[in-house]
C-alpha cells in the first residue's frame, strides 16, 4: 500500500507523542509530588525515591520482555499501557505512600511502551521502513511538550498531584 495508508505507523507515532511526554513529565515532577503530598520529605529523599521509581521501571522493563516471550507483544503493550491509566489516576487524589507508590507502579508500567510501540508501528511497512521509522521516533517530541504542559497545570492549581490529569488523559489518548 502507499505510505499515506500505512495507518499502523500513523497511529504508532501518535500513540509515542501521547505515551513519551506523560513518561517524561511524571519523571519531572515526580519529586515535585513526594515533596507536596508526603509531609516532612525533602527534595534529597525525594529523589532518591525517584531513583526507587526508576529501579522499578527497571525491573518492568525486565517482566515485560519475559512476559513478551509467553504473550503476544501486543497484548502485553495493551495489559501494561492499561495499568499506566489505572495506577496514575488514584495518584491525583491519594497522598502520603499511597499517591508515592502509585507513581512507583506507573512507572513499571511505563517501561515496555516506548519500544513495543516502535516495534509495532514498524512491522509490515517494507520500502516505507526508513520513513516510517523517523515518524515514529519524532513521536518522542511529546516528551518536550506534555511535561511543560503539566508543570502549567500544577502551577494553575497550587498542586503537582492535581497535574497529574495532564499525564493521565495522554495515557487514555495512546
Known amino acids: 500500500q502507499p ?15 501521547c505515551y513519551t511526554g506523560p ?17 516532612n520529605t525533602s527534595s534529597s529523599l ?27 507483544p501486543r497484548w502485553v503493550f495493551l495489559f501494561y499501557l492499561t495499568m499506566c491509566i489505572v495506577f496514575i489516576a488514584p495518584s491525583i487524589t491519594q497522598r502520603d505512600n499511597t499517591g508515592m507508590s502509585m507513581l512507583y507502579i506507573t512507572l ?10 516502535v516495534a509495532l508501528g514498524m512491522r509490515g511497512l517494507g520500502k516505507y521502513t526508513k520513513r516510517g521509522s ?9 516528551g518536550a511538550c506534555i511535561p511543560p504542559l503539566t508543570g502549567k497545570v500544577a502551577d494553575m492549581h497550587n498542586s503537582t498531584a492535581k497535574a497529574m490529569g495532564v499525564p493521565l488523559a495522554f495515557f487514555i489518548a495512546a
Open 46 to 72: 525525594g529523589a532518591k525515591f525517584l531513583a526507587g521509581a526508576q529501579g522499578a521501571f527497571a525491573t518492568g522493563r525486565f517482566t515485560g520482555v519475559l512476559l513478551m516471550k509467553f504473550v503476544r
Open 108 to 117: 513499571f508500567f511505563e517501561s515496555i511502551c516506548f519500544p513495543t510501540i
Open 3 to 17: 505510505f499515506h495508508k500505512q495507518y499502523r505507523l500513523f497511529h504508532a507515532a501518535f500513540a509515542q507523542f
Open 134 to 142: 523517523g515518524f515514529i521516533i519524532a513521536g518522542v517530541s511529546g
Open 23 to 39: 513518561q517524561v513529565a511524571i519523571a519531572s515532577y515526580f519529586i515535585n509530588y513526594v515533596t507536596e503530598t508526603r509531609p
